[in-house]
């Protein structure tokens, strides 16, 4: 039996902003090869949740443990070599090539003026294989569609090789193909090579397709977590996002459809 390894806890975590409580005492535990999704309507704060577990926010109270250290004794490289987080929008500022901009996720590990090692073209060369980018890599990065951009960023993330990702809207921009793709293949790096996975999902679908826990925030401070299996059905769905819903069976499991 594989033992479990905690990649991310809570401990009492309170998130505000802006007049809304987000989480009021979230206790979570994300272990080593979870795929977890986070649902939410529209302002409940999945965003702002997801910046405060990566530390570029501070929490209102409680605690945030990566692996066995308390996130806030971390220095900021020390967090990027344990923890990737993909923003919800992408911004270059810089007119680099598609490659140079993947290779930006080896940095964490490189010291002052160091440059790449071979090992690092290695795993850049893996990533942009996988994500089919062989054919944009000396492109410009300011002269790729939303879509090739989003890849590229998540190119990067996974070349930087953390134990936990945290992805807000991973498949925006994307078309259906690479949606479909990217989430299973996520989905599949997470359990296979032990990382913690956390994102946030609009298509509750998607989210069930890839992912086998869940957390939910309700909007009013209040969250529920836990097995997808165990935790969603209508009524729950219903009350978290205040829409009738209707459960389908499909060839991959359950799914739900507008009611």
């Known amino acids: 039996m594989t033992k479990e390894v905690t990649r991310l806890q809570c401990q009492q975590l309170g998130v505000d902003i802006g007049g809304l409580t987000v989480t009021r005492d979230l206790n979570l535990t994300i272990e080593a090869g979870q795929c977890w999704c986070l649902l939410g309507r529209n302002g409940s704060g999945k965003t702002t949740l997801l910046h405060t577990l990566a530390g570029l926010r501070p929490a209102t109270r409680g605690a945030i443990k990566l692996g066995n250290d308390a996130l806030q004794s971390l220095s900021r490289r020390q967090i990027a ?49 996988r994500l089919e980018l062989e054919t944009l890599q000396a492109r410009n990065i300011q002269t790729l569609s939303g879509g090739e951009r989003q890849r590229v960023a998540i190119a990067t993330l996974l070349a930087q090789q953390t134990d936990l990702l945290l992805l807000d809207e991973p498949t925006n921009h994307l078309d259906l193909k690479y949606r479909l793709k990217l989430l299973d293949d996520l989905a599949e790096d997470a359990r296979k090579n032990r990382r913690g996975l956390l994102m946030s999902l609009h298509d509750i679908n998607l989210a069930v397709r890839c992912c086998d826990h869940a957390l939910l925030l309700m909007g009013d401070g209040n969250v529920r977590h836990g097995a997808i299996g165990e935790l969603l059905d209508c009524q729950v769905l219903e009350a978290l996002y205040g829409y009738p819903l209707q459960e389908v069976k499909t060839t991959r499991g359950r799914a739900w459809l507008p009611g």
């Open 81 to 129: 070599q344990r923890l990737g987080i993909l923003l919800q929008d992408q911004t270059d500022s810089f007119a680099v090539t598609v490659r140079e901009k993947i290779l930006q996720g080896r940095h964490p590990y490189l010291h002052a003026w160091q440059w790449e090692s071979a090992d690092d073209h290695s795993i850049v060369n893996a990533v942009i294989h």
